[in-house]
C-alpha cells in the first residue's frame, strides 16, 4: 500500500515540475485583449478580416532553435500568437511577435510529401486569393528548402504533443508600408494508433508589439 502512494505521490511531482511556455504573462489558460487600433485600417487589405478583441489561450508550444526561440500561443480564435525571443526566454529577450490566423489545413498524402518539400513550398513567390507573396528567406538557387524544426505542444494537461515542422514564410506589402506574412508548415506527427499523419498548415499574419497585448491572467 505505501509503495503505491509512494509512486502516485512521485507521478504527481513530476507533472508539477513540468514547465510550460509561458512569457509576459502569457500561458495556457490566460486570455489576453488585442490594441488594434495599429492595423484597423489594412484590416480590409488582409485575407483574414475578423480579429477577436480578446482571446483565449487554449494551448501553448515551444520550439528550440539554438540561438533563439519561438513560443506560440494558440488560442479560441482559430489563431496562434509567436514571439521569437533571443539569448533567454523573458520579456527582455523578445525581438518579434507576430498574430497569425489559420487559413486551411491540407492532408498530404504520403506520395506527394516529398514533392512539397522539394518543389512547391519553397518556391520564390507563392499565390493566395490572387495575392502574391515573395518568399522572405533567401536562397543562392531559386528553390529555398523549408526550414525543419520540432514543436513540443502543452495544453491543459501535463502532457506535450511532438510535431515535425518543414516551414516558409512569405509577405507581401500592404498600402500603408506593413506586410502580411504567409507561413507555410508542412507537418507530420503520429496519432493515438501509432500511425503518421502528414498535413500542410496555411497561416497569414501580420507583426505587432508586445505593447499592443494585454494580459488578462
Not at 14 to 27: I, N
Not at 97 to 107: A, E, G, I, K, P
Not at 135 to 156: C, I, K, N
Given at each position: 500500500?505505501?509503495?503505491?502512494?509512494?509512486?502516485?505521490?512521485?507521478?504527481?511531482?513530476?507533472?508539477?515540475?513540468?514547465?510550460?511556455?509561458?512569457?509576459?504573462?502569457?500561458?495556457?489558460?490566460?486570455?489576453?485583449?488585442?490594441?488594434?487600433?495599429?492595423?484597423?485600417?489594412?484590416?480590409?487589405?488582409?485575407?483574414?478580416?475578423?480579429?477577436?478583441?480578446?482571446?483565449?489561450?487554449?494551448?501553448?508550444?515551444?520550439?528550440?532553435?539554438?540561438?533563439?526561440?519561438?513560443?506560440?500561443?494558440?488560442?479560441?480564435?482559430?489563431?496562434?500568437?509567436?514571439?521569437?525571443?533571443?539569448?533567454?526566454?523573458?520579456?527582455?529577450?523578445?525581438?518579434?511577435?507576430?498574430?497569425?490566423?489559420?487559413?486551411?489545413?491540407?492532408?498530404?498524402?504520403?506520395?506527394e510529401w516529398d514533392d512539397l518539400l522539394n518543389h512547391k513550398i519553397g518556391v520564390p513567390v507563392y499565390t493566395?486569393?490572387?495575392?502574391?507573396?515573395?518568399?522572405?528567406?533567401?536562397?543562392?538557387?531559386?528553390?529555398?528548402?523549408?526550414?525543419?524544426?520540432?514543436?513540443?505542444?502543452?495544453?491543459?494537461?501535463?502532457?506535450?504533443?511532438?510535431?515535425?515542422?518543414?516551414?516558409?514564410?512569405?509577405?507581401?506589402?500592404?498600402?500603408?508600408?506593413?506586410?502580411?506574412?504567409?507561413?507555410?508548415?508542412?507537418?507530420?506527427?503520429?496519432?493515438?494508433?501509432?500511425?503518421?499523419?502528414?498535413?500542410?498548415?496555411?497561416?497569414?499574419?501580420?507583426?505587432?508589439?508586445?505593447?499592443?497585448?494585454?494580459?488578462?491572467?
Amino acid at each position: 500500500m505505501f509503495g503505491f502512494l509512494k509512486k502516485r505521490g512521485d507521478k504527481n511531482k513530476l507533472q508539477a515540475q513540468v514547465k510550460k511556455p509561458e512569457v509576459m504573462g502569457l500561458c495556457v489558460g490566460s486570455s489576453f485583449d488585442l490594441d488594434k487600433l495599429s492595423f484597423q485600417l489594412i484590416l480590409q487589405e488582409l485575407v483574414i478580416s475578423e480579429v477577436a478583441d480578446t482571446q483565449l489561450i487554449q494551448a501553448a508550444g515551444e520550439v528550440d532553435l539554438g540561438s533563439s526561440t519561438l513560443l506560440r500561443f494558440y488560442t479560441d480564435d482559430d489563431a496562434w500568437l509567436q514571439v521569437v525571443c533571443e539569448g533567454g526566454v523573458s520579456e527582455e529577450n523578445i525581438v518579434d511577435v507576430t498574430l497569425f490566423h489559420y487559413y486551411d489545413t491540407l492532408n498530404v498524402a504520403s506520395t506527394e510529401w516529398d514533392d512539397l518539400l522539394n518543389h512547391k513550398i519553397g518556391v520564390p513567390v507563392y499565390t493566395l486569393e490572387g495575392h502574391q507573396y515573395e518568399r522572405v528567406w533567401t536562397s543562392t538557387s531559386e528553390y529555398h528548402p523549408p526550414v525543419a524544426m520540432q514543436e513540443e505542444t502543452y495544453d491543459d494537461s501535463n502532457e506535450a504533443s511532438e510535431t515535425d515542422q518543414f516551414v516558409m514564410l512569405f509577405e507581401r506589402e500592404l498600402t500603408d508600408g506593413s506586410y502580411e506574412q504567409l507561413y507555410l508548415s508542412a507537418e507530420e506527427s503520429l496519432n493515438d494508433n501509432n500511425q503518421l499523419e502528414r498535413c500542410l498548415v496555411i497561416s497569414t499574419g501580420v507583426k505587432i508589439s508586445a505593447t499592443q497585448i494585454r494580459v488578462n491572467g
